[in-house]
Each structure stands twice: as C-alpha cells, then as structure tokens.
C-alpha cells in the first residue's frame, strides 16, 4: 500500500478531489503546518490535540471517528483519534465533506475555503484569518504549488 503523508494511505487522501473526501493532502498538510508545524507529539493545547489541534467539538461534528480498537463512548476515543494522523485527517474530511462552503466568495470550494473552516468554523469561515495561522497556512500552499509547477516541467521535459 502507498502512502502519502504523515504515513496516510494514498487511498485515503488523495491529491485528486474526491466527492466524499474533498481535502487533498498538500491542502492536509498545509492544515498541520499552520495548526502545529506538524507537531506529532500527542499533546493538547487548550482542548486542541494532535498535529492539526482538532477539539471535541469539531471532532463530534466530524463524526466522532475511533481508531479500530476504541468506541465513541470510551473516555480516551477522542484523544486517542486525534492524536492519531489518518483518524485525524478522516475527521477533517468528514467535517469538510458536512460543512464545505465558499468562505472566501471567490466561486469554488477549495483548500483556501478548507483552511478558513479549520481554523474558524463552519459558523465564522468568512471571518478574515488570523495572522500567524494566515501567513503559514498561505506560505505552505504557495510552496505546493511551485513545487507541482516544478515537478511537472521536470516531468515534460
């Protein structure tokens, strides 16, 4: 089995939109640069865990996903998920894939509009970024991007 980021099977995430997974993973791993400089350390700051500091909130919306050996009832079920990277990545697919919207106005749903419903919510998306989350989170993408660009002129070359 391939994978991708973090360790993430490639079926998982992956870099084309799927209708039920909408997040690729450049746009995941943007998300966990800009949330934790992809910090794996299981830890919780302020009721935020793991590498993309998701809360209890967000991970009930996102359908309160277990890892294998875990139930939704068991007192460590969210911790457990979100400090573990692909329960916590098909947390944010699921919460995107149940709130995805035009935060940005720009006519489409993309990672721009994915980073605004991460950090913000589903309730506040429109609200402008915060700074340091913002600069991170924009630096990352255009770093994809270039490197898309470059990897792809290499290949028709």
Request: hydrophobic share 30%; glycine share 8%.
């Amino acid at each position: 089995m391939q994978t991708g980021y973090a360790g993430i099977p490639t079926n998982l995430v992956s870099n084309h939109l799927i209708v039920d997974k909408p997040v690729t993973e450049n746009c995941l791993e943007c998300l966990c640069e800009a949330k934790s400089n992809c910090n794996a350390t299981k830890i919780c700051v302020n009721g935020a865990c793991g590498i993309f500091r998701i809360t209890w909130g967000y991970w009930t919306e996102g359908g309160s996903l277990t890892l294998p050996n875990d139930t939704s009832l068991s007192e460590e079920a969210f911790t457990n998920c979100v400090n573990d990277p692909i329960c916590a990545a098909e947390t944010i697919q699921k919460y995107m894939y149940k709130y995805g919207q035009d935060c940005n106005g720009d006519g489409r749903i993309d990672c721009l509009d994915f980073g605004a419903l991460h950090k913000m919510g589903n309730l506040r998306c429109q609200d402008e970024l915060p700074y340091t989350f913002g600069r991170i989170f924009h630096k990352c993408l255009k770093r994809k991007e270039r490197d898309a660009k470059s990897k792809e002129s290499s290949i028709t070359k």
